[in-house]
C-alpha cells in the first residue's frame, strides 16, 4: 500500500513538473539550452528523492513536493524578470531601428535586422512583433494576445507602418519618452533607497532607545507611554515611505 501511495505521488508529481514545463516553453520565456538545463536540474532532485527510503509517508510527501511547490511559481519569476529585461533594452532597440531605418532599410527588415542580434527573449519578441506587423497590414480580424509590455511598442511600429515618412521621427519621439521615463524612475529611486535608509537607521536607534527605557525603568509602569511611542512611530515611518512613493520630479 505504500508504495502504491509512493508511486502515486511521484507521477503526480512528474505530470505537474512537465505541465510547468510546457507553460514555460509554451510562452518563449527561455532557450531550448536553458530549458533543458531547467528540466535537467528538477527532475535530476527529484530522482534523487525517489531514492531516499520512504520510512515516514509525511516526510517523504514533504520533501518530494518541495521542488514541484518551487517550480510552480518559476512561470512568474520568470516571466516577470524577462519582462524587466525587455524595457531594459528598449532603448537599444529602438536605437538600432532609427539606425537602420536612417540608412534606408525598411521597418520590418530593421526589425528582423535587430532581433538577430539581440538575446533569444528580445528576439522572439520582436519577430512577434514583425509578425503582428504583417497580419494587421493584411486586415486579418483574429490575432493572438499582445503581451502588455509589447503593447506600446507595437502601437508606434504600426504608426509608423501607416505613416512611413514619419518613421524615424516618431521612432526619436518614442525613444526620447522612454528615456524621460527611465529618468524619473531612477531619481525615484534613488529617493526611495534614501528614504528606506533613513528609515532603517532610525528604526535601529529607536529600538536601541526602547531597549534602554525598558531595562532602566520598566515595561510596566510605563506601558502605555511606551506603546502610544511605539504606534506613533511605526505611523511616522508608514506616512514617510508613502509619501516617498508620490514624489514628483521634472525632468
Known amino acids: 500500500m505504500r508504495h502504491a501511495i509512493v508511486f502515486i505521488e511521484m507521477s503526480a508529481g512528474m505530470i505537474t513538473l512537465v505541465r510547468i514545463f510546457a507553460q514555460i516553453r ?6 531550448n539550452e536553458a530549458m533543458t538545463k531547467i528540466v535537467a536540474a528538477f527532475f535530476g532532485c527529484e530522482c534523487l528523492l525517489a531514492l ?15 521542488p514541484i511547490a518551487v517550480a510552480s511559481f518559476l ?3 520568470i516571466r516577470r524578470r524577462r519582462r524587466q529585461h525587455f524595457l531594459r533594452h528598449r532603448i537599444w532597440i529602438l536605437n538600432c531601428l532609427i539606425l537602420n ?10 526589425l528582423v535586422q535587430t532581433s538577430d542580434r539581440a538575446d533569444f527573449y528580445i528576439k522572439t519578441r520582436l519577430r512577434q512583433l514583425h509578425d503582428r506587423l504583417i497580419t494587421e497590414t493584411k486586415g486579418s480580424s483574429s490575432h493572438a494576445p499582445m503581451d502588455p509590455v509589447l503593447h506600446e511598442l507595437y502601437e508606434t511600429l504600426w504608426l509608423c ?8 521621427q516618431r521612432l526619436v519621439n ?3 519618452k522612454i528615456e524621460i521615463y527611465e529618468e524619473f524612475r531612477r531619481k525615484s529611486d534613488q529617493a526611495l ?22 531595562s532602566r525603568f520598566g515595561f510596566a509602569q510605563h506601558e502605555r507611554a511606551i506603546m502610544l511611542s511605539a504606534m ?8 514617510t515611505l508613502r509619501q516617498g512613493r508620490n514624489i514628483k520630479w521634472s525632468v
Not at 232 to 239: C, D, H, P, R, S
Open 161 to 168: 507602418e501607416s505613416e512611413a515618412h514619419l518613421t524615424v
Open 26 to 31: 509554451k510562452n518563449s520565456l527561455v532557450s
Open 101 to 110: 531605418t536612417r540608412l534606408g532599410i525598411g521597418l520590418r527588415r530593421a
Open 174 to 176: 518614442y525613444r526620447q
Open 75 to 77: 512561470p512568474t519569476i
Open 193 to 214: 533607497h534614501q528614504l528606506r535608509a533613513q528609515a532603517y537607521v532610525l528604526t535601529g536607534l529607536y529600538a536601541g532607545l526602547l531597549l534602554f527605557v525598558i
Open 232 to 239: 506613533l512611530f511605526l505611523l511616522g515611518v508608514f506616512i
Open 52 to 66: 531516499v527510503p520512504a520510512r515516514s509517508m509525511i516526510a517523504f510527501t514533504i520533501c518530494w513536493s518541495v
